[in-house]
């Protein structure tokens, strides 16, 4: 008989509630949303209907560890057990640590948002290295180390239903999140103002009340003016500004001049749309919803502080309707507390030698974020030994060589490492090039605990079914390497004590009180929010307060005040064009789901969006491929043109996370129809993060 088992699917960071059937083979025949899920509400996508379970049952699934028979690249492999595999990984890897340090070794993930991301991290640091790598400079790390300078805490906190104006900036929901795309149609339906910021005309820009239409990387100017124009008609929250921000007059003096004229000049918006999302956005409630459309920039950081300004001015912080601060109950861990509690930390001197830390110290290193490198400095460090040596590394869950700008050198990189182990779904450009490919575990088949400030609530994931094959968690494969490790003589510190996912899940609920039963039994439980707690829980910042003027960038030499800071400028006049990368797609998520009929169906090419104006001055008709060059970058990438006035004369708008499974190996496509191809990981890049751009690029296109 089939069962139906409640879950919360974990393929992003929406958490959608999900209703997996199982039938008596233990196979999953169906999932659907689960409509009495007080997060989601029904909310859904296709990603989780149909690309979890073709993923899990993908015929050129990835089943048994594999060990690489002829030169890199070669795709000449032998099925070996997991005794083989783990003892290979663990002798090499020891090996490589007793030659040139620990620090030699470097792990790879998306970052901290799921489970897979600190247990990597608490490997590498069980083995003595403080570097692992992370996505989130491309995608979130901006929003996040300004939240974190800034004090808010807001991040994913919105409160959509209750507000009376939603201003989303540089984001889709329709393609990104399900849940939140739904809550602003609701807000739309119940008169609430819609304030739209985006350079391309989304679904959330067709029903806005106000669209303003800025040119590419220019958001920050509409920011503070929106600011100048509170402040000198009085619209800010002054009780608010008075008894919780820190630094209003000196911000007030830096916006003094910002004026919605100034504004329009530099961003191509009217100055009198500026003037009215200032005021709409001020009469509140309002909600700030933001994206990556200003995130992966080298202005990123001094964008989203302009806007997180705006939103404290306001007031509108953990107030109804506004923007909530994320509060975990107490005794209660989450991937991110893990990575900065000392008992699971290295000595300070140790971790400061982190790659990236002297640079980014607020990214890499001790202070930073998520305490993970800085990936253009680990590339060096694999291609150049500077500042020193990395010559091993184990790769977990993400597709770096699709997923980082410069493929071209990050697969150099990767072949320039004595050892590189890759636990994997399938054979992609990042496997294809490993020592060792190991098997891992999809959502469906393992088990997950995390903390969703959107209820807020404690989620959870079922292990709806067993692992196919020989697939094993991220959690099962780590304690396999030190269990060897640790016969060898070569780990530092025992920085990850959980011996199976139960034991791990568990210790993060720790004293909060939750049942686990309740967690499996409806896949939620929320959990109490007290609104407007300043006093009793200050925001985490020097002054205890929220900071406008920051002074941990004052202590750094780093402008502590929200900036404009212009887009890269075209210095040769042979690259006209702007190009714009990031734009999600329904289908995809990042360089998943390539290898699926219903996905290529839907999206068969990659796409680069170019407006009717710009395709006939160049000579192209809806369906011509081209060849996009961007300045200072490695080449070009094969797209196909859509034209579409969505987007503005002269920018040209593309996606992410293009590769061809069928294409030959290893690099399936990677070094053809993938942005990243072509885009550079180096140049100008943004002080906090160091992130570079991945819009706003000068670049130039031709038939190709």
Known sequence: MDRVVKSTCWECSAYCGSLITVNDAGRVTKILPNPDHPLS????????????????????????????????????????????????????????????????????????????????????????????????????????????????????????????????????????????????????????????????????AEIADLWLMPKPGTDAAIALAMMQVMVTEGLYDKDFVARWCHGFEALAERIADWTPARAAALSGVPAILITQAARLYAAGPACFVSGHGIDAASNGVQTFRAFHALVAIAGNVDRIGGNRRAKKPAGFSTYLDLLHDPRFRLPLEIERRAIGAAAYPLWAGPRGWQTACHNPSVLDAMLTGEPYPVRAAYVSGVNIAVMYPDARRTLAALDALDFLCVAAHQMNPTAAVADIVLPKTTTLEEEEVSFNPGGPAVTYTAAAIAPCGEARDDLAIAVGILDRMRAKGAVTAELLPWRSKRDFNEFLIGGSGISFEDLQRDSYVMVPHTLGDFASEPFRTPSG??????????????????????????????????????????????????????????????LVHIHPETASAHGLRDGDWVRVEPAGGRGACRLKVHVSDRTQPGVLTTGVGWWRPEAPGPEFGVLDVNINAALPYQGVKDAMTGSVDTGSIPCRLRAA
């Not at 005794?83 to 070794?105: F, K």
């Not at 805490?153 to 795309?181: E, F, H, M, S, Y």
């Not at 210095?571 to 064009?577: G, K, V």
């Open 41 to 204: 509400q029904g909310a859904f996508c296709v990603k989780g209907m149909r690309g979890l379970p073709e993923w899990t049952y993908h015929p050129d699934r990835l089943l048994h560890p594999l060990r690489r028979t002829g030169p890199r690249g070669s795709g000449q492999w032998a099925r070996i057990s997991w005794d083989e595999a783990l003892d290979e990984v663990a002798d090499r890897l020891a090996s490589i640590r007793a030659a040139y340090g620990p620090p030699a070794l470097v792990g790879a993930v998306s970052g901290a948002a799921f489970s897979r991301g600190a247990i990597v991290a608490l490997l590498m640091r069980s083995l003595g290295s403080p570097n692992w790598m992370i996505n989130q400079d491309l995608c979130g790390g901006c929003r996040a180390v300004s939240d974190k300078l800034t004090g808010l805490g807001i991040t994913n906190g919105d409160d959509i239903d209750n507000a009376a104006a939603v201003l989303i900036v540089g984001r889709n929901p329709v393609a990104a999140d399900p849940v939140q795309w739904q809550e602003i149609k609701r807000a739309k339906q119940r008169g609430a103002a819609i304030i739209v910021i985006d350079p391309f005309r989304t679904p959330a």
């Open 545 to 606: 307060k929220i900071e406008l003027y920051s002074e941990t960038l004052a202590g750094l030499g780093l402008d502590p005040l929200p900036a404009y800071i212009p887009p890269p400028a075209a210095e040769d006049a042979a690259f006209p064009l702007t190009l714009q990368t990031g734009q999600r797609e329904k289908t995809y998520h990042h360089s998943r789901f390539r290898d699926q009929g219903w996905a290529r169906k839907v999206s068969p090419d990659p």
